[in-house]
């Protein structure tokens, strides 16, 4: 389908009246780095493009006591040139600069590519660990929706028809330290699209998890909440032997679930090293963070 109109916004009203005039043609474009593709392939399902990109409402980057706010149309380059969020987020900080090449991230944004609904999406499983939330924005107000149970199927979502993603809120941490580390198989360097990607997200008081999140992207449709791989890690020390029995207890947890799937063979033992590389990457934090309270 070719594009017959594009709107302007500039508030949040205006995108969602916009949206609900033409209701089954119209969508949201802001960096547009996904829609053109779609475009280009004759895959877009729409003809009418809301442009969001000049919606402050959707723009910016809030550090509270209580929260990390990201507007929807935060770019990845706006994100990876924070220091803040490099600091508070180290893993997710990671996730985003290695979105695509730097012009992919120049434009891209973090509401479209959660939109977009890609299993693949580098961003999306360390705001799954973070236990991130969604603020959906619609006629009749905003709700908050879990970023876990916001994707529903093979590149659909739970957004509903006449909405926007109006930006994404992480909670700060709880008790302890918070450890959150990422790491991604793709298929070539940094502009790679993931085949398989893992994020955590840990609480550690004295040398104990006390609280954990796993999450997955691309092993499966949706980028996913590991709940047993989370409750697996609780109550443990983070060393070397821990990795190595996490690593044999995912790879069993995706062994279950692809049963019977001609992927099973190489996902059950490519999930080894990358839940290996990611909690190396959370201990490697955790020892530097003893480190300085040493100094």
Same mark, same amino acid.
């Given at each position: @389908?070719?594009?017959k109109?594009?709107?302007?916004?500039?508030? %949040?009203?205006?995108v969602?009246?916009?949206?609900? !005039?033409? *209701?089954?043609?119209?969508?949201?474009?802001?960096?547009?780095?996904?829609? @053109?593709?779609?475009?280009?392939?004759?895959?877009?399902?729409?003809?009418?493009?809301?442009?969001?990109?000049?919606?402050?409402?959707m723009?910016g980057i809030s550090?509270t =006591?209580e929260?990390?706010?990201?507007?929807?149309?935060v770019?990845f380059? $706006?994100?990876v040139?924070?220091? #803040?969020?490099? /600091?508070?987020?180290?893993?997710?900080? #990671?996730?985003c =600069?290695?979105?695509?090449?730097?012009?992919i991230?120049?434009?891209?944004?973090?509401?479209?590519?959660?939109?977009?609904?890609?299993?693949?999406?580098?961003?999306v499983p360390?705001?799954?660990? &973070?236990?991130?939330k969604?603020?959906?924005?619609?006629?009749?107000?905003?709700v908050?929706?879990?970023?876990?149970?916001?994707?529903i199927?093979?590149?659909?979502?739970?957004?509903?028809?006449?909405?926007?993603i109006?930006?994404? *809120?992480?909670p @700060?941490q709880?008790?302890?330290?918070r *450890?959150?580390?990422?790491?991604?198989?793709?298929?070539?360097?940094? &502009?790679?699209? =993931?085949?398989?990607?893992s994020?955590?997200?840990?609480?550690? $008081?004295?040398?104990?998890?006390? !609280?954990?999140r796993?999450?997955?992207?691309?092993?499966?449709?949706?980028?996913?909440?590991?709940?047993? @791989?989370?409750?697996?890690?609780?109550?443990?020390?983070?060393n $070397?032997?821990?990795?190595? #029995?996490?690593? /044999?207890?995912?790879?069993? %947890?995706?062994s !279950?679930?692809? /049963?019977?799937?001609?992927?099973? #063979?190489?996902?059950?033992?490519?999930?080894?090293?990358?839940?290996?590389?990611?909690?190396?990457?959370?201990?490697?934090? %955790?020892?530097?963070q003893?480190?300085? $309270?040493?100094?």
């Open positions: @389908m070719g594009v109109k594009v709107i302007k916004a500039y508030t %949040i009203k205006e969602i009246d916009a949206l609900n !005039e033409n *209701i089954e043609e119209s969508t949201v474009i802001a960096g547009g780095t996904d829609l @053109m593709i779609k475009l280009r392939e004759g895959t877009l399902l729409h003809s009418i493009l809301v442009d969001v990109s000049d919606v402050n409402e723009k550090i =006591s929260a990390i706010t990201l507007g929807a149309s770019t380059s $706006e994100i040139k924070s220091e #803040e969020i490099k /600091k508070a987020l180290p893993g997710f900080w #990671e996730a =600069s290695m979105v695509g090449a730097v012009q991230r120049n434009m891209g944004t973090l509401g479209g590519n959660t939109a977009n609904g890609s299993p693949a999406a580098d961003s360390p705001l799954i660990a &973070l236990g991130a969604l603020i959906i924005s619609s006629l009749s107000g905003d908050a929706v879990d970023i876990s149970d916001f994707f199927g093979k590149g659909n979502t739970a957004l509903p028809k006449g909405s926007v109006k930006e994404f *809120i992480i @700060m709880g008790k302890g330290s *450890i959150i580390a990422f790491d991604k198989l793709g298929l070539r360097n940094a &502009l790679a699209i =993931s085949r398989i990607s994020a955590v997200c840990l609480n550690v $008081e004295g040398s104990i998890i006390t !609280e954990a796993v999450a997955s992207g691309s092993i499966g449709i949706l980028p996913t909440f590991e709940d047993k @791989m989370s409750k697996f890690l609780i109550g443990k020390t983070l $070397e032997d821990t990795i190595n #029995e996490a690593a /044999k207890h995912f790879s069993f %947890i995706v !279950e679930r692809l /049963k019977g799937r001609s992927s099973l #063979e190489f996902k059950k033992e490519a999930v080894k090293g990358v839940i290996i590389k990611t909690l190396t990457k959370a201990l490697s934090q %955790i020892n530097s003893e480190g300085l $309270e040493n100094v």
